[in-house]
């Protein structure tokens, strides 16, 4: 069943048993909520459909110069400094890349990931809102950020440890 949104587009709920679109009107006002619980470490959902595409502001980086499109209700999941999911795309397998939880989530909480843990430079660099008390400012990629910054952060995608290493931020 289709719903409409703000843009009078019919809009097709792509996981509706794992969450929901929250529309808000504004240019990234929208939000992805849990329509149930999740645990620490629990596996949210696989990431199916993306294709590849040029680096813009709604792709993930999965390697040092790739990046995908999601394709799904996921595209809607924004940035926080203190993200409560990751986007696992460490697999050479697509069919193994997924979605996690890092921390608990209740049904109702809107979903976040931190940009920097695949983004090594973002295509367009913002000031964050996200209100955490480890909010960093401004959000450029993980290319601008110390080791330890990025650690903290429940995930860090293996091609960023990659870049980094060769360029002499973090030792191998």
Not at 157 to 165: C, D, F, G, K, Y
């Amino acid at each position: 069943m289709g719903l409409e949104h703000q843009d009078n587009v019919t809009y097709i709920p792509s996981h509706p048993h794992l969450f929901r679109v929250h529309f808000a009107p504004g240019f990234h006002s929208s939000s992805l909520k849990a329509t149930r619980d999740f645990v620490a470490g629990e596996e949210i959902c696989r990431l199916e459909g993306v294709t590849n595409a040029e680096n813009a502001w709604d792709t993930i980086q999965y390697g040092k110069n790739q990046h995908i499109r999601l394709n799904s209700d996921l595209v809607y999941v924004n940035h926080s400094c203190d993200p409560n999911i990751a986007f696992d795309l460490s697999s050479a397998n697509r069919e193994d890349w997924y979605s996690r939880a890092l921390k608990t989530i209740s049904k109702g909480d809107a979903l976040s990931f931190f940009y920097p843990s695949t983004e090594w430079e973002m295509d367009q660099p913002f000031e964050c809102w996200c209100g955490s008390g480890a909010c960093l400012g401004q959000i450029k990629g993980a290319a601008f950020l110390p080791r330890e910054e990025l650690e903290t952060r429940g995930y860090v995608s293996p091609h960023i440890r990659t870049l980094a290493e060769e360029r002499g931020i973090w030792p191998s």
